[in-house]
């Protein structure tokens, strides 16, 4: 073809010289390489879909759900466990630079850094490539999260007592009457502060509902203390006794 033929010169561009209608391009063109979005591709995706589906209702049937109690404004000594997926920040809040007075530095200032970064990495770095090793910053960028998030979970799974954790949510069948005396005791000498207004106790005290201990041993414990519990009762002798009996009879 010679240079020029079929085109009409219009100042510096080429535009063609007969205009054909705007026709979009034949399946046959590209064989085995592209096919009709309705019926075929969209076919595949329910099918995936419903793969899944079944898969994840499944477990739902195989596997009980991890229910707990009945969510207690009064109980201070719980202590929540968020998802999986936000481990990494919940681990963030407990160190000392990102906790107290600088929540707001592990809650928004050290997230919103970390996430800006990967936002404005494709801006930052600006060259063709495609390959990560030709891509220095937005690689760097995406690895320090990724050990970063992964370092924070596992410190975040590895520094928690399970233990205490499931025993702070069991669900228990004792009734406890709190218009009894006894629970009007426990709440005015700050016995469900740490034990909870259910008194299932938690991770920072142990549950009161089967104490196994006697009037007499609930009493001396609720008067001197015992071993990390300090002595917090401060009334008289007959609300000691109320308190002891009480709290000996949630155990029966």
């Known amino acids: 073809m010679h240079r020029g033929k079929g085109m009409k010169f219009v100042g510096d561009s080429r535009v063609p010289a007969e205009r054909k209608p705007n026709i979009p391009k034949d399946y046959s063109e590209y064989p085995g390489k592209t096919e009709a979005f309705w019926p075929n591709f969209l ?11 079944i898969g994840f209702l499944s477990l739902t049937i195989a596997h009980q759900p991890p229910l707990e109690r009945i969510a207690d404004p009064t109980d201070t000594a719980y202590i929540p466990l968020p998802d999986w997926y936000f481990l990494f920040l919940y681990q963030l809040l407990k160190y000392s630079y990102a906790s107290g007075p ?3 530095i592990g809650a928004l200032v050290i997230p919103g ?3 800006g970064a990967l936002l404005l990495a494709p801006f930052i770095d600006l060259g063709p490539e495609r390959r990560p090793s030709k891509r220095p910053l937005a690689t760097g960028f995406m690895l320090l999260s990724i050990a970063a998030v992964f370092y924070l979970t596992w410190e975040s799974v590895d520094h928690h007592d399970w233990e205490a954790a499931k025993k702070q949510g069991q669900i228990v069948d004792v009734e406890i009457d709190k218009n009894s005396d006894g629970y009007k005791i426990a709440q005015a000498q700050t016995c469900t502060s740490c034990h909870g207004g259910e008194l299932a106790g938690g991770a920072a ?3 009161l509902l089967d104490s196994k201990m006697s009037a007499e041993e609930i009493a001396d414990v609720a008067k001197n203390g015992k071993g990390s519990m ?10 000691l006794q109320t308190l002891a009996e009480f709290i000996d009879g949630l155990s029966e």
């Open 230 to 239: 300090p002595a917090v009762f401060k009334g008289s002798d007959e609300e």
């Open 43 to 53: 076919l595949k995706e329910w099918m995936v879909g419903a793969v899944f589906l």
């Open 113 to 115: 850094l970390a996430f």
């Open 205 to 207: 005290a142990p549950s």
């Open 102 to 104: 600088f929540t707001v």
